[in-house]
C-alpha cells in the first residue's frame, strides 16, 4: 500500500526510498492511504445512491451506441397537401355530418372539426371483435413481460426519432382531425410526448426497480422488498381533445412496464388514430417484437363498454367526463377490475393584487385559449383581486377580443381552433346565456363564429371574455371545456376569501397562484383541495413528467406520469427472503401444535411487550 501511495503521490524517489525502510511512516501512510479509498468509496457509493451515476453513465453510453432502426419506411401517411386543400371544402348543409349511418352500422365516420370535410370510415367494432384484439394482446404480453429494459428503451428510441422527424406531419394529423392550431398540436401534442419518452428512458427502470423495506427487530434476519410486475393487459379509454398524445401516453408506459396495451379511442378522433397507432406498431416491428402488443378500437360507446368488461383486460385507465366515468365504474365493477379515473377539472388560476398585469396577462390567455380551452387542466376560472380587477378587464378585453380564429389547415395563422364536438358549443351557450340572465357581463365572444373568415359549417365558438360571474351561475361549477375566460373577482383582496371560493368547485384537478411572493402563492395555494397546484407558473405538472397527474372530487382518482403512474400499470408484490444463509425463521415450541395454551400465551405475550 505504502509503495502504491507513493508511487501515485511522490515523484522524489530518495524520500520515497527512506520512507519504505522506516516502519513507522510506512504504518502511518498505508492506514491513510487505505481510509482515503474507504472514504472514497462510501462517498461514491451515496452520491451513486441520491444521483443514479452509475445509472446515467449507462444510459449515456447505450443512447450514444444504440444503432436505433428508422421506421420511415414502414409508416404510411395521408397526403397533407390534400388534407390542406380540404380547408376550403365542407359538407353541403353546414351542418355537422352523423358519425354513424343507419345503412353502414360496422363503419364510423370521420370528418373534420374546422372544415366538416370527410376524412373517411374506420371500423365500428362489435363486443366479439374487442374481445378478439384484447386475446391477442394477452398473447403478445406473455414474451414481451420477459423483455429487457434495455430492449424496452430501444421501442422508445425508434418511437423519439420518427416523433422528432415528422414534427410538421403529426402536427398537421392532429390538427385536421381535432380543429387545433398547429402550434397548440406542437405544444400540447408533440413537446408533451417528447418529454414523457425523454423521462422514461431516463428514470423508468429506476422507478421500477425493487423497492427494499425495513424490517422489524423479529424479523431482522430477512430481506423485504416490493417488486413491481407487469398487469397483463391495459384498457385505454382515450378523449378527443389532443388524440395523438393521449393515445400515445399510456401505451408508452404500459409498454415500458412490460404490459400489453389495447386502446379505445374517441370516435370524434378516430381517424388520425389510426395513423399514430401504425407508428406504434412498426416501431414494435422493426424491433423484432410483436405488433399485437398494442391494438387500436374504434367505434361508439357500447366498443368502450365492450372493452371495460373484456375478460382478457387487467386494468382501466380512462380519461373524461365525470358521468361517463361512473358508467366506467359500473362496468368493472362486477369485474373487481381496477380503474383510474382522470374526469376533467375546474382549473383556477389567481391573480394577487401584486402581481405586474403585463407578467401575468399571457399566462391567463394560454391557460384559457390553449387548444380553444379544450383541455383537463385548462383555466376555467380566473381570480382576480378587486383592486386590479377593472385594469385586468380593460386589459383583457382588447387583448381577448383580437384574437383570430379560423381553420388550422390553411396558410394563415390562427390563434384559436375549432371546437371537437359541436355538441359542445350548444353546451357552452347555454352556460354563457344562463351567466347573462343572472348578471354576468360578456365583453366580446359569447356565440358561435361564423364569420366570412370562417369555413362554411366549421364548429367554432368564439374566444369569449365573461366577468361578473357569481356562485349562483352554472359556470361557476360546471365544466365548460371551450375558449371561455371567466372573470372572478375576489373581494377585498382577502386571501381567505380567495381559498373559499376556489374550493367552492366539485372539482379538484389543478390550481396556480401568480403573487410578488413566492411564499405567499404557496400559502394561499397550499389550502386548495386541489391534485396539483403550480406556484407563479401554469401547466408546468404535466411537463415535469416525474410528478404524478391527476385530482380529486369530481376530477377522479388515481395516477398516471410520474413513478406512481407508472407503478399503476404493476401489480405491487411483497417478497420476503432470509437476508443470512442458513438462518431461518422456525416455529418455537409454545406455539407449535399441539399448543400448550399457557405456554403459547405467555411466549406470545413475552414477544409483544
Known amino acids: 500500500l505504502t509503495n502504491l501511495a507513493l508511487s501515485l503521490f511522490s515523484t522524489e524517489k530518495t524520500t520515497a526510498d527512506a520512507i519504505i525502510t522506516d516502519p513507522t511512516s510506512t504504518y502511518v501512510i498505508s492506514a491513510l492511504f487505505t481510509t482515503t479509498l474507504l472514504l472514497l468509496a462510501v ?13 446515467d453513465l449507462k444510459l449515456t453510453i447505450e443512447g450514444l451506441f444504440d444503432r436505433v432502426p428508422s421506421i420511415d419506411n414502414e409508416v404510411i401517411l395521408p397526403n397533407l397537401d390534400a388534407l390542406s386543400k380540404s380547408s376550403s371544402s365542407s359538407n353541403d348543409n353546414g351542418n355537422p355530418p352523423p358519425l354513424f349511418d343507419s345503412n353502414k352500422p360496422t363503419l364510423l365516420n370521420c370528418f373534420s372539426p374546422s372544415t366538416l370535410a370527410n376524412l373517411g370510415t374506420v371500423p365500428n367494432l362489435s363486443s366479439d371483435e374487442v374481445n378478439t384484439l384484447a386475446l391477442r394482446a394477452k398473447i403478445a404480453q406473455a414474451s414481451w413481460k420477459q423483455s429487457t429494459f434495455a430492449s424496452r428503451r430501444r421501442v422508445l428510441r425508434t418511437l423519439q426519432k420518427y416523433i422528432v422527424s415528422h414534427i410538421h406531419e403529426l402536427c398537421a394529423l392532429s390538427s385536421a382531425d381535432s380543429g387545433k392550431t398547429r402550434v397548440d398540436a406542437l405544444l400540447g401534442e408533440i413537446l408533451t410526448t417528447c418529454e414523457k419518452i425523454r423521462t422514461l428512458l431516463h428514470h423508468g427502470e429506476t422507478w421500477l426497480e425493487r423497492s427494499y423495506r425495513p424490517v422489524n427487530p423479529m424479523m431482522m434476519h430477512k430481506t423485504a422488498y416490493v417488486e413491481y410486475v407487469p398487469m397483463g393487459v391495459l384498457g385505454i379509454i382515450a378523449p378527443w381533445n389532443y388524440p395523438f398524445h393521449n393515445m400515445l401516453n399510456h401505451v ?27 407508428i406504434c406498431r412498426a416501431a414494435l416491428a422493426v424491433n423484432g417484437f410483436d405488433v399485437e402488443l398494442v391494438q387500436l378500437c374504434t367505434g361508439g360507446a357500447e366498443t368502450g363498454k365492450a372493452l371495460v368488461e373484456c375478460p382478457h383486460v387487467d386494468k382501466i385507465f380512462f380519461t373524461g367526463s365525470p358521468g361517463v366515468g361512473r358508467h366506467v365504474m359500473r362496468g368493472a365493477a362486477p369485474y373487481l377490475k381496477p380503474v383510474v379515473l382522470e374526469l376533467g377539472g375546474k382549473d383556477a388560476m389567481v391573480f394577487c393584487e401584486d402581481v405586474k398585469l403585463a407578467d401575468v396577462i399571457p399566462w391567463a390567455m394560454r391557460g384559457c385559449f390553449q387548444n380553444c380551452g379544450q383541455n383537463c387542466c385548462g383555466v376555467e376560472r380566473l381570480f382576480v383581486y378587486e383592486s386590479i380587477v377593472k385594469e385586468f378587464i380593460k386589459a383583457m378585453a382588447e387583448k381577448v377580443g383580437s384574437m383570430r380564429q379560423g381553420c388550422p389547415l390553411g396558410e394563415n395563422d390562427a390563434d384559436c381552433g375549432a371546437m ?46 365573461l366577468s361578473g360571474v357569481t356562485p349562483e351561475m352554472r359556470i361557476w361549477k360546471e365544466e365548460v371545456f371551450g375558449p371561455i375566460m371567466c372573470v372572478i373577482t375576489v ?19 389543478g390550481s396556480s397562484v401568480y403573487s410578488a411572493s413566492n411564499s405567499r402563492a404557496l400559502a394561499i395555494g397550499s389550502q386548495f383541495n386541489t391534485g396539483m397546484f403550480t406556484a407563479n407558473d401554469f401547466g408546468v405538472n404535466y411537463l415535469i413528467q416525474s410528478l404524478p397527474f391527476g385530482g380529486v372530487k369530481e376530477s377522479g382518482f388515481g395516477r ?27 416455529i418455537p415450541g409454545a ?14 405475550i413475552g414477544l409483544i411487550e
Open 43 to 55: 462517498t461514491l457509493y451515496f452520491l451513486n445512491k441520491e444521483w443514479h451515476l452509475w445509472r
Open 491 to 509: 373581494p377585498g383582496d382577502n386571501d381567505d376569501v380567495c381559498v373559499q371560493m376556489v374550493n367552492d368547485c366539485p372539482f379538484g384537478l
Open 560 to 586: 398516471f406520469a410520474g413513478p406512481e403512474g407508472l407503478r399503476a400499470c404493476c401489480v405491487e408484490r411483497s417478497i420476503v427472503i432470509d437476508r443470512i444463509p442458513g438462518v431461518k425463521t422456525t
Open 252 to 278: 408508452l408506459s404500459g409498454l415500458f412496464s412490460g404490459n400489453g396495451v389495447i386502446t379505445k379511442v374517441s370516435e370524434h378522433t378516430s381517424w388520425s388514430s389510426v395513423y399514430f397507432h401504425n
Open 420 to 465: 371537437v364536438m359541436d355538441a359542445q358549443c350548444d353546451i357552452i351557450q347555454s352556460l354563457i346565456d344562463d351567466a347573462v340572465s343572472k348578471g354576468a357581463v360578456v365583453h366580446c365572444g359569447g356565440k358561435r363564429n361564423k364569420g366570412e373568415d370562417i369555413a362554411q359549417g366549421g364548429q367554432f365558438y368564439m374566444p369569449t371574455l
Open 591 to 604: 406455539i407449535d401444535y399441539p399448543m400448550n395454551t399457557k405456554q403459547g400465551m405467555g411466549f406470545a
